[in-house]
């Protein structure tokens, strides 16, 4: 199995709202179609496919999208891919369906087409396996926000999604942007307990170090994003 960080997260926000810049893993098990984990925005789409093109994937082949859950910038690139089965767990959709109009992240207007595609499946229960990958339901951001929790090259990995949005809230256990606190503060925990590695949804690839009980967190890479500005001579990069 090749695991592919396609697009890192960035925890940032900005004066006109949220950038929604999310973390995007691209999975491909040894013969079988590629997974998606994940597809970043509407504005990021261009960008995804030439990432998968780079790495010889092109949109007809991957065979299955992983949703996480169903806010703008993690979900709303799965029309692109035409053979692709769409995972959602139940409480998202039951999410989708009750409060679809209150939680704003959710674009309920491609709702629909979703769940009329005939190719969307449904992860129901608190985990499981889905594509000989397994997952765990990590509710809190969101009622249906699932996890993978994966082997890999002898590290833990956790690819969480907003279920850590940041280093803070892996370093803290705190959470911000949550429908239920105490169900994210439990489903951090889980995280920290289990994972050496984590991929945040917004934010770099987090190290997790334990001893004993202390747990400490650190980085693992450097966030650079470059912002070409037309008025400005050069572009110029933020770290953070
Ligand atoms: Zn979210």
Known sequence: ?????????????????????????????????????????????????????????NKEDVGTVLLSHFHFDHAVNYPLFPNATFYLHEEEVKHIENNGEEDLAI??????????????????????????????HTPGHTPGLYSLFLNYRGSKIVLASDTVKNISELRTGEVSMTWD??????????????ADIVVPGHDRLLQIKRNGSHVEVYPINESAIDIIVPWKDDKFSIKI
């Open 1 to 57: 199995m090749q695991i592919d960080l396609l697009f890192q997260g960035f925890p940032g926000r900005s004066s006109r709202g949220f950038l929604g810049w999310s973390s995007c893993v691209l999975i491909r098990p040894v013969g079988k179609a590629p997974i998606l984990f994940d597809t970043v925005g509407f504005n990021e789409r261009i960008l995804l496919l030439t990432k998968l093109k780079e790495l010889g994937v």
């Open 107 to 136: 674009p309920v207007e491609m709702y629909p087409s979703l769940r009329d595609s005939g190719r969307l499946s449904i992860l129901t229960g608190k985990s499981g396996i889905v594509e000989g990958l397994n997952w765990m």
């Open 181 to 194: 606190e105490v169900r994210g503060k439990e489903s951090i925990n889980a995280i920290r307990r289990w």
